[in-house]
């Protein structure tokens, strides 16, 4: 039990360059005691107490933004980062070195019963305000992008960003043209645009070709409209 709180202080004095002691991650990081006060609502919850595990989890969330299901279960050395709004639902299962900052999800879907909550894999990372929805996994060593919405698994060391989550780095090689850290995500409406200004390039390229090709065959490309006319509306030609 010692080693294991020592090895939690550790992670946290690893992973955030603000901890310069263990004094400081004792008082000053309250996803670290949400972890704690969580390994005693588990076994409890465990052991049938079900209502006290839930009643207890819900004071520690008052406590420290922290909201972790009694049901969960997480592995060594878990650090939540700033913690506030961090929410774990019932079914989760998370394993060991995983990071998930502020604002995180990992939530279920629909009323069914059984395993609705996703598994996070060893060394994990969740950025800021990611949610992660369904029984679902995401792999070792992988990275969730900040605000990102992730309904499908994710393979072992891949980068997922956007809405829904979509994979752009695969075992550390790019698969997408945007290189991005988790806290830097495309823009649908910059995207929009972007592919709309793509269309408008490619049709004007397309006229000036046919223009250029009429030019040279001595034909213009439309024929000049002349002055339009109440009459014309009856002309019967084509």
Request: charged share 25%; glycine share 10%; with cysteine.
């Amino acid at each position: 039990m010692i080693a294991r709180v020592r090895a939690d202080i550790a992670a946290v004095k690893e992973r955030d360059p603000a901890c310069t002691s263990t004094f400081s991650a004792l008082t000053n990081y309250p996803g670290l005691w949400a972890v704690w006060w969580h390994r005693l609502t588990h076994r409890l919850h465990r052991a049938g107490f079900v209502w006290l595990a839930r009643y207890l989890s819900q004071r520690v969330r008052r406590r420290t933004g922290v909201e972790i299901h009694p049901g969960a279960t997480i592995g060594d050395r878990f650090f939540i980062d700033h913690g506030m709004g961090v929410v774990i639902g019932e079914t989760t299962v998370i394993g060991s070195d995983v990071t998930l900052y502020q604002g995180v999800t990992l939530g279920g879907t629909g009323k069914e019963h059984g395993k609705r909550h996703p598994s996070i894999d060893d060394f994990v990372v969740v950025g800021v305000g990611a949610t992660v929805l369904g029984d679902i996994r995401v792999g070792r060593g992988s990275r969730v992008g900040a605000g990102a919405v992730v309904i499908a698994d994710v393979p072992p060391n891949c980068t997922v960003v956007g809405i829904p989550g979509r994979v752009v780095v695969r075992e550390g090689r790019r698969v997408d043209a945007i290189d991005l850290h988790h806290e830097d995500l495309p823009d649908p409406v910059v995207e929009m645009y972007r592919t709309l200004q793509r269309r408008m390039d490619r049709l004007e390229a397309r006229l000036a070709a046919d223009e250029y090709a009429s030019a040279e065959a001595g034909t213009p490309v439309f024929e000049a409209a002349g002055p339009h006319r109440e009459d014309d509306d009856d002309d019967p030609r084509p």
